[in-house]
């Protein structure tokens, strides 16, 4: 099991609790996406608070950007991705660690 990630140009070690065989490429943006939900598991963060966190958006801004990178993080992740990050209808997405 590789002990990184690597990105388009730099390498960060892989999470514990991600194991990826061959591990994924992730960018910048996915691998901050994935970091902050990590860091609250089993707690729904919504749209908005994901928007302004990990890419600095200003309150009430609308995109579709946040469901492209899920759709992308879970493709790269496998299995493991599919089963771990849940979506919530019109709330936000979740990290479920031990499902």
């Given at each position: 099991?590789?002990?990184?990630i690597t990105?388009?140009?730099e390498?960060q070690?892989?999470?514990p ?7 994924p490429r992730l960018?910048?943006l996915e691998?901050a ?8 598991p089993g707690k ?22 946040l469901?492209v990178?899920?759709?992308r ?10 089963k ?9 997405y ?6």
């Open positions: 099991m590789p002990s990184e990105y388009t140009d390498k070690p892989l999470s609790e991600i194991p990826v065989e061959d591990g960018t910048r691998s996406l994935l970091a902050w939900l990590q860091q609250y729904c963060l919504s749209r908005e608070s994901l928007l302004q966190n990990v890419w600095g958006y200003r309150e009430g801004v609308k995109s579709r950007t469901d990178h899920i759709r993080l879970r493709f790269k992740l496998g299995p493991l991705g599919r771990r990050i849940k979506t919530f209808f019109r709330d936000g979740c990290w479920y660690p031990d499902t």
